[in-house]
Structures are given as structure tokens and as C-alpha cells.
């Protein structure tokens, strides 16, 4: 079963690596402050923002399995059945997403919003993803109904 990372754009993991070192530096400083409670706050701060990239954010892959694509961002994984996708397309947007680049593809499927993910090698992703969807045919950089 392929199973493909999410592209990370450098701004994003710069933010998703500052952030937590900034903590730290932070939870450091309170502790040589030599207030407790402060101190406490920081480290608290820092073991939140641990917790939730654990949670929902790292890793964020995406694998072609026999019957549904599983998408996981942390400890949460999402199914999409093949059989429910009715195109794959480019997208920029800035909706929220199980992806670490604004170079998304947007899967579209029947009654619901689209789900953006952002696989490494695109490319090899959407010949993948078209052998398991065969009502759909590859389109440019994405997928669409035959």
C-alpha cells in the first residue's frame, strides 16, 4: 500500500518548529525568574503545544489502501472510499487541512465539503489514486469523472 507524506512549504515548518522552541525558551526564562508559578505556566504551555502536534498534526500521510483512502494527521485517521470520490483537483485555498502546504489537491466527494490534502510527489500520488478509481481519469494535475 503507497503511502505518501504531506508536502511541507518551508514557512510552515518554520512556524510548526518556532513555536514550540519559543516555548521552551519561554518556560526557561520563567524557571530562572525563580517564580514557580510561572514557571509552571510555561512548561504547562510547552507540554500543551507537544500535545497537540502529537494529536493532530504530525504525521500527516496519506495511504492508498485495497477499499479507501486513509488519511492520518496525528492519532486521527480519516476513510474516503474510492467509490465516493468524484474529482481530485487543484486547490490554494485557505480552508483548514489534514496537509503542511498551501500546494493542495482537493478531493471532492458527493454532499460534503472537499478534503485538502498535499502529498509530496503529486504526481505519482494521482496515477496511483486514478488505478483504484477507475470512474474517474487523469485531468492535467487531478482527476475527473469519465
Known sequence: MPTYRSKVDPWIGLLL?????????????????GDPGEALIGWLTLAGIVVLYVALVWPI????????????????????PYDSVRAVEPSRGLLAAQALSMDRLAIR??????????????????????????????????????
Do not use: M, N
Open 109 to 146: 466527494t458527493e454532499g460534503k465539503l472537499p478534503t485538502l490534502i498535499s502529498p509530496q510527489d503529486r504526481d505519482r500520488f494521482l496515477d496511483d489514486l486514478a488505478v483504484h478509481t477507475p470512474h474517474l481519469v487523469r485531468a492535467g494535475d487531478g482527476l475527473r469523472p469519465r
Open 61 to 80: 500521510e496519506y495511504t492508498l489502501e485495497p477499499e479507501a483512502l486513509v488519511i492520518r494527521f496525528g492519532l486521527v485517521r480519516s476513510r474516503l
Open 17 to 33: 518548529i518556532a513555536l514550540p522552541v519559543l516555548c521552551l525558551v519561554v518556560a526557561l526564562v520563567l524557571q530562572a525568574s
